[in-house]
């Protein structure tokens, strides 16, 4: 098949030949550079390549190009080589432009013209593209096929899990003529539902979570039984440690029970993250985040949850639910919070079928042409708006307080208001959820004036507030009132240590109550609730790792 190929499309001869010998000067050996002047060229060229079971790795396209600017190109280019990494080249003049037309397309990064010296400006870009090109190649996954209902929480759950951990999968509906001669060839019936065909053909029904995470080829057994440090909790501040952890050379298990990222994997777009001027996806932030743990040998233990953890003598020792147990010197606790639960009349009943905690980005396509409600005035809230208007006919922001600016990021304000089909009301919440085996209609209380109204409603996303995933932990470490842990200057009260501290210095910035023990992230008390801040708070354990292992 020979080397795969660097397509380059530009209708400016100059920019053109400068980008190709630039190029070839680095990866001529490796690859086959492609040269085209125009956008219906470079579909020329790709069609010849791909009758001749050639391979793309990279895409990079002139964003103002006549006849079809490098946006249309780049998305009809997809349907040819869907796994080919794709960039923008831009000038200063469309920087806004691109970036807009990169929120709303899957591009994966945008160059700007000129981008003299190369080795800064061009090469590390294309290292990383290509790096993460190699790390799928060009070959159509197997995908695993999930039949089940539409309004079926355990299908939902399935379907969320695979879309969460970035597991290839199609889904069939039970009533579709795929779903339905997949049921048959595995001699299942109604109540098989929900039913995951794996990439080799084998049928499981009503499967775990863990079964489906096993059949993905997802790790769910540790390789060793002791390690140096292991993280519970797979969010940015566990990413964070995971990195910085294997980087520096320490065997590092990060343990996740759901899916690695976290709430923020699942953020449709975030846009105030350091060194992403044109905002990444939290998916695609946790997959380079997964990456690199595991380019550094970072083990990732999957779907198994944590239920308790003691300490005996100079090791600390976590328990699972399934009753096995690993030790290692030192914990990291990095376990975020989870959403409130909505009390209102009606919705736990209707949760999965169309009542839906977090983003649930897979249900966007299904949202078309409906009216969707979501709940809540924070970042997460505004993000999930903004990705439900692509779909929706309608998106109505619930908030239970006067305004959205004491909760949610200035630019997220203006982005929504500038979105005809997102409306904004404040002092609000919902107190009803109504359906017949899925959500229909919702009643909202107006705080203002004390009215209902009861209106309909084929979904309903709740982002309300945030409860730390800390009771398993029961009083080994100190946490306050709400349960987040309490670490560094905070244990020191009156100027005394902890009850219990046994050793002849003050616990560590990020240290629990007990000593080798560390929380990051939103689940210690009064830190920062950002992606940025927990990445740093993961980072910054590690060093204190260091210290504390130094001294034992």
Not at 53 to 74: K, T, W
Not at 396 to 422: C, K, P
Request: charged residues 25%.
């Amino acid at each position: 098949m020979g080397h795969p190929a660097i397509l380059t499309v530009d209708d400016d001869p100059s920019v053109s030949r400068a980008i190709a010998r630039d190029l070839r000067r680095r990866y001529g050996d490796r690859y086959r550079i492609v040269r085209a002047s125009s956008a219906s060229e470079a579909l020329d060229a790709l069609r010849e390549l791909k009758l001749r079971g050639g391979r793309v790795a990279v895409m990079l396209a002139d964003y103002r190009m006549p006849q079809m600017n490098g946006i249309e190109f780049l998305e009809q280019a997809m349907d040819l080589f869907p796994h080919a990494r794709r960039a923008l080249l831009t000038a200063y003049a469309d920087t806004d432009a691109a970036i807009q037309a990169i929120n709303v397309v899957d591009v994966d990064h945008y160059l700007l013209k000129p981008w003299d010296p190369p080795e800064e400006k061009l090469y590390p870009v294309l290292d990383a593209l290509l790096d993460a090109w190699q790390a799928t190649g060009d070959k159509e996954m197997p995908d695993i096929r999930v039949v089940g209902h539409r309004w079926s929480e355990p299908s939902f759950q399935i379907r969320d899990f695979l879309a969460r951990n970035l597991v290839p999968y199609r889904y069939f509906g039970a009533d579709e003529p795929e779903g339905r001669r997949l049921m048959e060839a595995a001699d299942a019936g109604p109540e098989a539902i929900p039913l995951v065909v794996t990439a080799d053909g084998r049928a499981l029904v009503r499967p775990t979570v863990q079964e489906v995470a096993q059949a993905a080829g997802l790790s769910t057994s540790p390789d060793r039984d002791f390690y140096d440090l292991v993280i519970v909790g797979g969010g940015p501040a566990g990413l964070g440690a995971a990195v910085y952890g294997g980087s520096e050379g320490l065997k590092t298990l990060l343990v996740e029970r759901q899916a690695v990222g976290g709430q923020a994997g699942q953020s449709s777009r975030i846009e105030n993250y350091l060194g992403f001027p044109d905002g990444i996806s939290g998916a695609q932030l946790t997959d380079r985040a997964r990456r690199q743990a595991d380019k550094f040998a970072a083990e990732t233990l999957n779907t198994r949850e944590v239920t308790g953890l003691r300490t005996d003598g100079s090791a600390h020792t976590l328990m699972f639910s399934d009753g096995s147990e690993i030790s290692s010197r030192a914990v990291l606790l990095s376990t975020g919070v989870s959403y409130r639960p909505l009390l209102a009349d009606g919705v736990s009943g209707l949760t999965g079928s169309g009542v839906f905690y977090g983003s649930a980005s897979t249900e966007g396509p299904a949202c078309a042409g409906t009216d969707v409600y979501i709940v809540g005035g924070a970042n997460s809230a505004g993000q999930a708006a903004l990705f439900f208007s692509r779909y929706a006919r309608k998106v109505t922001l619930l908030v239970r307080g006067d305004s959205l600016e004491a909760s949610m990021s200035y630019y997220l304000i203006q982005q929504l208001a500038r979105i005809d089909n997102i409306a904004i009301r404040t002092r609000c919440e919902v107190v009803g959820a109504h359906g017949d085996g899925h959500l229909q209609a919702i009643t909202i209380c107006d705080s203002k004036d004390g009215t209902k109204a009861t209106v309909e409603c084929g979904y309903l996303f709740v982002f309300i507030g945030a409860e730390p995933r800390t009771e398993w932990l029961g009083d080994v470490v100190a946490r306050d009132a709400k349960g987040f842990i309490r670490t560094g200057s905070d244990l020191l009260a009156n100027g005394e240590r902890p009850r219990g501290w046994d050793r002849d210095r003050d616990p560590f910035y990020l240290e629990s109550s007990v000593p080798g023990i560390f929380a990051a992230g939103d689940v210690r008390a009064n830190s920062i609730k950002r992606v940025a801040s927990a990445v740093g708070e993961g980072a910054m354990a590690v060093a204190l790792v260091h210290r504390y292992l130094e001294a034992e």
